[in-house]
């Protein structure tokens, strides 16, 4: 699995990667503090993410080796 991208809050709080397979599927990976949950589709971030008030237009993409730390 690698991560192929990733956004986070500015103060770096909540973090969304995209993952992908070596078969070639892709989804996303929701990290907060110490929990991660993964295989998510876009629909669900968009919703766990809303739930905790935060709206998907204030992530901030992550460019570079950041992208792949984690």
Same mark, same amino acid.
């Given at each position: 699995?690698?991560?192929?991208?990733?956004?986070?809050?500015?103060?770096?709080? /909540?973090?969304? #990667?995209? $993952?992908?397979?070596?078969?070639?599927? &892709? /989804?996303?990976?929701?990290?907060?503090?110490?929990? $991660?949950?993964?295989?998510?589709?876009?629909? &669900? $971030?968009? #919703?766990?993410? %809303?739930? %905790?008030?935060?709206?998907?237009?204030?992530?901030? #993409?992550?460019?570079?080796?950041?992208?792949?730390?984690?």
């Amino acid at each position: 699995m690698k991560v192929i991208g990733a956004m986070q809050t500015p103060g770096g709080d /909540w973090r969304v #990667e995209v $993952v992908r397979h070596p078969s070639g599927s &892709r /989804w996303y990976r929701l990290i907060h503090h110490d929990n $991660v949950v993964d295989y998510l589709t876009i629909r &669900r $971030v968009t #919703e766990l993410l %809303a739930q %905790a008030g935060v709206d998907m237009s204030d992530l901030v #993409e992550i460019a570079g080796p950041a992208a792949r730390a984690g």
